[in-house]
């Protein structure tokens, strides 16, 4: 991915130091199919490949799922598999699906409809288990006064977004941290 393409749905202020980490940390160690994923993407999709999931994000996500080591997770919203193989590349061996209770679940869906995920998903994840969202910052928009010359497809969504993040924040049964990684990944622990 071209810096300019990376650094589109990145909410650091430098270029620079988002190719800086593209570059050192994550694509050095961005398993091959992965990269095949993200590279097919920008190719058939072209601007509209800004819904794949950056890269550095899909490091995190990596991450936070081996430390948990989840046995059953669910995803809403695939796009082109980029976030799914990241999840299922993270699972150890001895993922087992008979259980009805998810550990972990990554929504990346459309964004009207989140806070219905949400109260499912509430349903569906187990006391502990993380339900983690996609574009909780919507390209740095939600801090905007509205209407402030946002392209038309930000604006649409907007709104979407800050019901969400204010939804979630006054939500008794979860914990939460929202991260600005890619365009903004909000995590929230289920507690009760």
């Known amino acids: 991915m071209a810096s300019g393409d990376a650094f589109a749905k990145c909410l650091l ?17 961005e398993h091959e199919q992965l990269k095949e994923i993200r590279q097919a993407t920008i190719d058939k999709f072209g601007y509209k490949s800004e819904m794949l999931v950056p890269a550095d994000e899909g490091q995190f996500l990596s991450m936070l799922l ?20 990241t999840t299922a590349l993270a699972l150890g061996d001895d993922v087992k699906g008979e259980e009805m209770e998810f550990e972990f679940a990554f929504v990346d ?5 989140y806070i219905k995920y949400h109260e499912r998903l509430i349903k569906l994840v187990k006391i502990g288990g993380v339900i983690a969202y996609d574009n909780t910052l919507w390209f740095g928009s939600v801090a905007y006064e509205e209407n402030k010359g946002m ?5 649409i969504q907007r709104s979407s977004i800050v019901e ?10 979860i914990e939460l941290s929202q991260i600005s990684i890619g365009d903004g990944v909000t995590l929230c622990r289920r507690i009760r």
């Open 109 to 113: 869906a459309d964004k009207y409809n």
């Open 151 to 155: 392209p038309e497809r930000l604006l």
């Open 66 to 85: 081996k430390i948990m080591n989840p046995k059953k997770t669910i995803e809403i919203g695939v796009f082109t598999g980029y976030s799914l193989l």
């Open 13 to 29: 202020q430098s270029e620079s130091l988002v190719e800086y980490i593209l570059e050192t940390s994550v694509y050095p160690r």
């Open 164 to 173: 969400l993040n204010s939804y979630l924040a006054s939500d008794s049964r």
